[in-house]
């Protein structure tokens, strides 16, 4: 067994590679880059080695630094976790022939499988089903949209060596084609290095269903069962489970099967996944396989009680798989939330900075431990205070719960993201509390369409649903009259101004266009006992008890005894006298007060924000790539205007309305903060 290994990433999958690597006694060697000097995942490993500039080009996807960090530091092996190198057959092979371990598959099989042209026509001779399609290099836009018109559309513009949902458009016409193309290629050869593009088709009302397999250097090879991830936004993953709800036995053992069938193919060693299209009727194609470690590999950790981090490093060193198929198991059912740096309310735009607060939910579950199951777990390469920079993937966290059943698994999962608490970026967490309340999604009747289908045209804080609106009125009122008490019982006030606890109170739900509403409550408390209060909302009785503190932003307790964990703080800006309240997604921000300060609130004037409408501003930080207009130019609403990366995503902004170019401020190749102006229409 290794004594040492380097893992050539950053963030989580680093963090999570050295958790494993602790619990089997090996040490680890991090490296990265300027941007993650003080990093956490620099600061778990046991050395750490820096690579260079903080874009990746210029540190984690140089092999030559890699290398050398490991020579350097004696490291016998490197585990390149998922993105960057991590199927790069060329990195994989120079491993070997320095005389370092690759914890991952060999470069031969990489070479075979994680070229998705070359997999495909693979897959055509190993007897798998495949989706129809034009399985070579395509050289034009205008050669796409020809073979796209042949194939039928809907079509699916894929990069060769694309993965994570880089590189890849779904087109529906010949616009569509011809313009997908190019975003396809120039997100491919950011990421991959490859700019290479095929085409295959479409299919309607799919479900994404992948088989993980594992393979030694025996020749033993073993599927550990699905994962269903169907909820995909821009084809990226948002949640992941396992199992499937919609496949059966005999499809998930055919499948299975010929995962195997396929692995064995091109002597597969390590872990891998092979991933699956199927159709409402349980016919299913190869899409594609993943020659890596999965970002959703822990609900499979979970289900099976298998570290497939362990098995790899195992497989690495030449151990032979300790179990056969007849020994996988399949208890309970996992799911995992990816809590990604970005606003669902502003069209999931990329969102950088500083975790002013990052605070996870009480985990039981913990990484490279299979024996503590039916919990919650965390993975993450973050901590409070860290900076979330623009060069990198969005992902901050994997939020990951195990159940005894699905039911069980998404009930532990709201009440884990109610927990949550991240601050100084935004995060998609309402939206993911919203997917776990969808009605679609708790009856397991959804495909990749989902979130297109529900949420087109776009995700908006009024439309968060709850259960209970009442109850965030209630909590408010709550949490403000604990707040009245203890300042009331402060000593020393002067006669005729001390504070007035107070019964009745007026709570204001503060609308963005002014259209405030004002619920009245009452509030009836228990002398003598602490952190309990009935507080009455249209007729209902809301009985809270809770013993968290008044500055904790976590509120736990019981309401009408029933367990819950909400987010209660005090506003900022110009609702810095309000509450932001919290629960399933949903955020109000309210005003508690007295019933005469409602009335004289109802008076006050509505302040209109001023009109930004005659300009395109930058919506993140982020790399202007092109601007697509010039002064004088008449534009229609829906025209390209500019182009920004961030975390290696393309991000297009078009005209709002049809106008007249009066200026272009921002130069292409400029570094943009949040709300520059790029371009000034007349």
């Not at 390590?270 to 999965?294: C, I, P, W």
Request: hydrophobic share 40%; with cysteine; glycine share 8%.
């Amino acid at each position: 067994m290794f004594k040492k290994i380097l893992i050539a990433n950053r963030g989580e999958i680093a963090c999570r590679v050295m958790a494993t690597a602790r619990k089997m006694g090996i040490a680890t060697v991090a490296v990265y880059s300027e941007a993650d000097k003080e990093a956490r995942h620099v600061q778990l490993a046991d050395e750490a080695v820096l690579l260079g500039p903080a874009p990746s080009r210029e540190s984690y996807l140089v092999a030559d630094k890699i290398i050398a960090a490991a020579k350097q530091t004696g490291a016998q092996a490197i585990h390149p976790g998922y993105g960057f190198l991590s199927e790069n057959e060329e990195f994989a092979a120079r491993c070997e022939k320095e005389g370092i371990a690759f914890i991952g598959p060999k470069a031969h099989s990489i070479a075979a499988m994680g070229d998705k042209i070359a997999s495909k026509k693979l897959a055509n001779e190993a007897k798998v089903s495949t989706i129809p399609g034009y399985n070579d290099a395509i050289d034009t836009p205008e050669q796409a949209v020809e073979i796209a018109k042949k194939i039928g559309y809907p079509v699916m513009i894929k990069a060769s060596a694309g993965g994570g949902g880089k590189g890849l458009r779904v087109a529906h016409n010949d616009k569509e084609a011809f313009e997908g193309f190019g975003s396809c290629r120039n997100e491919a050869r950011n990421s991959f290095g490859d700019d290479r593009v095929f085409i295959e088709k479409f299919v309607v009302e799919p479900r994404h269903i992948e088989i993980q397999i594992l393979g030694d250097s025996h020749g033993n090879v073993v599927y550990l069962n699905e994962r269903e991830c169907s909820i995909q936004r821009r084809h990226q993953k948002v949640i992941e489970e396992a199992p499937s709800p919609f496949i059966s036995d005999t499809t998930r053992q055919a499948m299975g099967e010929q995962a195997v069938a396929l692995a064995k193919a091109v002597q597969y060693q390590s872990a891998g996944t092979v991933e699956f299209v199927v159709g409402k009727d349980q016919d299913f194609y190869f899409l594609e396989m993943n020659t890596r470690l999965q970002v959703e590999h822990p609900v499979t950790e979970c289900i099976t009680g298998l570290d497939l981090v362990e098995q790899m490093i195992r497989v690495a060193a030449g151990e032979k798989l300790t179990f056969s198929q007849a020994d996988v198991q399949r208890n309970g059912w996992a799911i995992e939330c990816r809590i990604n740096a970005e606003d669902p309310f502003r069209s999931f735009l990329p969102s950088t900075g500083r975790l002013v607060r990052f605070q996870t939910p009480p985990t039981s579950m913990n990484q490279g431990d299979t024996e503590n199951l039916y919990g919650v777990r965390v993975d993450t390469g973050v901590q409070e205070g860290g900076e979330i920079p623009m060069f990198y993937d969005s992902m901050i966290a994997k939020l990951i719960v195990h159940g005894r059943d699905r039911n069980d698994a998404i009930a532990k999962m709201r009440e884990a993201l109610n927990g949550f608490v991240i601050r100084g970026i935004s995060s998609n967490i309402p939206f993911q509390a919203a997917l776990l309340a969808h009605p679609r999604f708790v009856s397991g009747e959804f495909n990749t369409g989902f979130i297109a289908e529900h949420y087109g045209k776009g995700f908006f804080a009024e439309g968060v649903p709850h259960h209970d609106p009442n109850f965030l009125f209630a909590l408010a009122a709550f949490v403000r009259r604990k707040s009245r008490e203890r300042a009331a019982s402060l000593t020393g006030q002067l006669p005729g101004y001390d504070v007035k606890v107070g019964q009745d109170y007026t709570v204001i739900e503060l609308g963005k266009g002014g259209e405030n509403r004002y619920v009245d409550v009452h509030v009836d408390d228990f002398p003598g006992q602490h952190g309990v209060a009935v507080i009455q909302v249209d007729d209902k009785n809301y009985a809270i008890q809770s013993n968290s503190r008044l500055n904790d932003i976590n509120i736990v307790g019981t309401v009408n005894g029933q367990p819950f964990t909400a987010q209660v703080e005090r506003g900022t800006g110009k609702n810095s006298l309000a509450l932001q309240v919290q629960h399933n997604g949903k955020r109000m921000d309210a005003l508690v007060v007295s019933r005469r300060m409602a009335e004289l609130h109802r008076l006050m004037p509505f302040k209109a924000p001023p009109d930004l409408s005659r300009f395109i501003l930058s919506p993140m930080p982020g790399l202007l790539v092109d601007v697509a207009v010039q002064v004088g130019q008449k534009v229609q609403a829906g025209e390209r205007v500019a182009i920004i990366e961030a975390m290696k995503m393309e991000n297009v902004l078009l005209a709002t309305q049809d106008a007249v170019v009066k200026n272009v401020v921002a130069t292409k190749g400029e570094s943009l903060s949040v709300d520059q102006v790029i371009v000034e229409f007349e």
